[in-house]
């Protein structure tokens, strides 16, 4: 039997049949997509993030993009897909929409509300302004974490992301490089990094194994965190694969 890279769970028999790969848990989901949204503005939030947010026509344009895009709309048994929200509390639009339009969503979409200013961790002082969306994501995108099933991949998300190819699950089931590393999307309008990056599930154990306390996303902001502080178990850094197939927009576009 040989060990299938694709997905680093499964061994296939000589009838290709999928059969456990014993060195190995057992993961039910492919892909969880962790991802805080903001729809209320305040004069604790950035104005800009609201207006590419696009409210709940944003927010629902997002949900529907990532499963129509998807080629086995969250059905087959290896591909299926979970996306999770982070809600402020004091964001009384967003907690007003899951008493109203998550049912269409609740299939493949679960959320959690909790406060927007996290607790104080051990290597920070928590302050509570606009600009505080780029230093202290990485505790909403935990928040995510806290709820999403045991899955392959968690690919740190945004309210106003767009993926433009199709099919992305068949890619990301697909691929077969190194799952020791950060994996990037490609993102034609910006200039490479680890820009919401997809984290393989032996960095998120390892992150746990070193007493990271947010491991899905280490410090903030989290994708600088992936790029230039984190290091692998020889102590390197551990720099970022860019050679997925999945293009995604994240300027916000216009709906």
Not at 19 to 25: E, G, R, S, T
Not at 45 to 66: A, P
Not at 77 to 102: M, N, P
Not at 129 to 149: E, G, K, N
Request: proline share 5%; charged share 25%; aromatic share 12%.
């Amino acid at each position: 039997m040989e060990n299938d890279r694709r997905t680093g769970w499964y061994n296939f028999d000589k009838c290709g049949e999928v059969i456990m790969d014993p060195n190995h848990p057992h993961f039910t989901t492919l892909v969880s997509i962790l991802t805080p949204i903001r729809i209320q503005g305040s004069e604790l939030t950035d104005q800009r993030t609201i207006k590419d947010n696009h409210g709940v026509k944003g927010l629902e344009h997002m949900l529907d993009n990532v499963m129509d895009t998807s080629s086995h709309k969250n059905t087959a048994k290896w591909y299926r897909f979970k996306i999770l929200l982070k809600i402020d509390d004091c964001d009384q639009e967003a907690v007003d929409w899951t008493e109203s339009g998550y049912e269409k969503y609740k299939s493949y979409v679960d959320y959690i509300i909790s406060p927007r200013t996290p607790k104080q961790s051990k290597e920070e002082s928590i302050s509570n302004h606009q600009r505080m969306h780029y230093s202290h994501i990485h505790h909403w995108l935990h928040d995510c974490y806290t709820i999403a099933p045991k899955s392959r991949y968690y690919w740190l998300w945004n309210h106003c992301n767009t993926i433009k190819s199709e099919g992305w699950d068949d890619v990301l089931y697909q691929y077969k490089g190194d799952v020791n590393i950060p994996i990037s999307p490609t993102y034609p309008n910006r200039a490479g990094g680890a820009l919401f990056p997809i984290i393989p599930r032996e960095l998120v154990e390892f992150n746990i194994t070193n007493g990271i306390e947010t491991p899905v996303c280490g410090g903030g902001p989290f994708d600088l965190w992936w790029e230039q502080v984190a290091k692998n178990a020889d102590g390197k850094k551990y720099g970022v694969n860019k050679c997925i197939d999945i293009e995604v927009n994240s300027g916000g576009e216009k709906l």
